[in-house]
């Protein structure tokens, strides 16, 4: 079973004392609630947006700048990078941890991006575009990039942007009706909290057949 805010609060606060860092429960608490995106304790405790905490969350992206920004409002500013340091910790030390990253950017590149790549060659969209061709698929390579939207200010889930190709094998025996596939879309992941994330995608993308060898046949003539 996951821990619950106060469980975590408390990891947080000894792991902090471990490292020399002089700190109240409270304002231990204060600090995991920044830096799971809440301005204040009060203002996760008020929260009808989901179950304080890490339940149900498969992965957890700190809210590092929040974090900073309470940790120096309440005199630790100094100490930041233990704070994040010992909630980081606290919540790995959980008996059903989920993934812990300390960027947008390091789930985006290690998680959704992995997940278009490894998923695209099966989308409806793409298979049908490939029937229009007479190759098969030789990879994928669809880069992810953080949206504009940040993801504690959604709501259900969070859309990152996904763009790329997938790279075909032409038959010889069959004319040549195009070897590369341009894809463009998001990748869906739902959440579990402010900045908590469930391990549940989706990939939606559009897909068609690029078409610029009729342009250099074009400009060949």
């Known amino acids: 079973m996951k821990s619950d805010f106060s469980s975590l609060a408390f990891v947080a606060r000894q792991n902090l004392v471990a490292s020399g860092v002089s700190i109240s429960l409270g304002h ?19 929260s009808t ?31 930041s990078d233990q704070i994040t340091d010992a909630i980081a910790s606290a919540i ?31 989308h409806d969209a793409v298979s049908d575009a490939a029937a229009n061709t007479n190759a098969y698929f030789e990879g994928a390579y669809l880069e992810a990039t953080e949206p504009e939207e940040a ?19 032409q038959d010889p025996e069959k004319p040549f009706s195009g070897d590369n596939i341009l894809v463009k879309g998001v990748v869906r992941v739902w959440k579990a909290g402010r900045v908590c994330l469930m391990n549940d995608m989706e990939l939606d993308i559009g897909a068609g057949v690029d078409d610029s060898y009729y342009d250099l046949d074009e400009a060949d003539a």
């Not at 992206?61 to 100490?79: C, E, F, N, P, Q």
């Not at 059903?96 to 959704?112: C, G, M, N, S």
């Open 151 to 169: 993801l504690k200010d959604c709501r259900e889930f969070w859309e990152i942007p996904v763009e790329g190709n997938v790279g075909m094998d």
């Open 49 to 79: 947006e989901e179950a304080p905490g890490i339940a149900g969350a498969d992965f957890v992206i700190l809210d590092v700048a929040g974090l900073s920004a309470r940790a120096a409002s309440l005199g630790y500013g100094a100490a």
């Open 28 to 46: 231990a608490q204060q600090l995991l609630a920044a830096s799971l995106g809440y301005g204040s304790l009060a203002a996760i405790q008020a």
């Open 92 to 122: 790995k030390s959980d008996p059903e941890p989920p993934a812990v990253f300390l960027t947008p950017l390091d789930f985006i590149e290690d998680v959704a991006g992995r997940f278009a790549n490894d998923t695209v060659m099966d």
